[in-house]
Structures are given as C-alpha cells and as structure tokens.
C-alpha cells in the first residue's frame, strides 16, 4: 500500500475481469478508514481479534457494530473472521453480517486436504 494510485488502478484492473476484491483483517495492522474511502473494495473482512468473544465484551461488541453498520452504508459485503462460537456466530448474525469463517464451520486445509475433500464430496475420488 506504498502506492495507492498504483493499488487502485490494479483493483479496477481486476475489478474489469469480474475479479472482487477485500480488505483482510479490518481494524488491526495497516488497515485504515482512509482505503475505504479510496479503494473499489467489494468486501471488508473483520479481523478475529474483534470477533473472538464479542458478545461479552462492550469495547468489541461497540467496535464490531460500527464495522458491519458501516460496511452496510458503504454497499460493502461484510465477513467476520474467526468465528469460533455459537454466541459469536449469534451476535454478528443478530448485527446484520451474514457472511463468516472460522473454526466454528471447520479448520483451515491445505490446498491438497481441499482437493480431496472437493473429490470425495463429489464422489470423484
């Protein structure tokens, strides 16, 4: 993100083959309100760290709601990351955000764990 204009032309660039893009990770690191603002986004992905145990945590639960309310009134698809509990799953249900992931859904695979998941569901293997 050293060159926005560079970043914006290369998501527009995608944006013209059908490409979506996201910002991973909102709300922690680099992340800023300023790219989305700026950036063609389609998706803004809530890091885990304000998921994890947000509906027993004011601060969270304040931050999380501003994120998604906000997502909302820019016309952004709204992900939460990390989703590890009933509650959690719950609460940003209850919020508006209808897309999510984490462990509460299955772990991470690699590509080759995928695949084969991929073929034995589709009884290729």
């Known amino acids: 993100m050293t060159d926005l204009n ?4 290369t998501i527009d660039e995608l944006k013209s083959l059908g ?5 991973d990770d909102f709300g922690t690191g680099n992340s800023s309100l300023i790219y989305l603002k700026k950036l063609p986004i389609d998706i ?3 890091d885990p760290y304000f998921i994890h145990n947000v509906a027993n945590d004011l601060q969270k ?3 999380t709601n501003a994120l998604i309310q906000m997502a909302h009134n820019l016309n952004l698809k709204i992900v939460a ?3 590890k509990s009933q509650a959690e ?3 940003v249900r209850q919020k508006g955000c209808y897309a999510m992931q984490g462990s509460l859904f299955g ?3 690699s590509s080759v764990e995928l ?4 073929l034995v569901s589709k009884n290729l293997a």
């Open 89 to 91: 799953l719950d609460y």
């Open 44 to 46: 803004l992905k809530i």
């Open 19 to 23: 490409i979506k893009s996201a910002i």
């Open 107 to 109: 772990n991470a695979l």
């Open 61 to 63: 639960s304040a931050i």
């Open 6 to 9: 560079r970043a914006i032309a």
């Open 81 to 83: 990351q990390g989703v």
């Open 115 to 118: 695949e084969k998941t991929l």
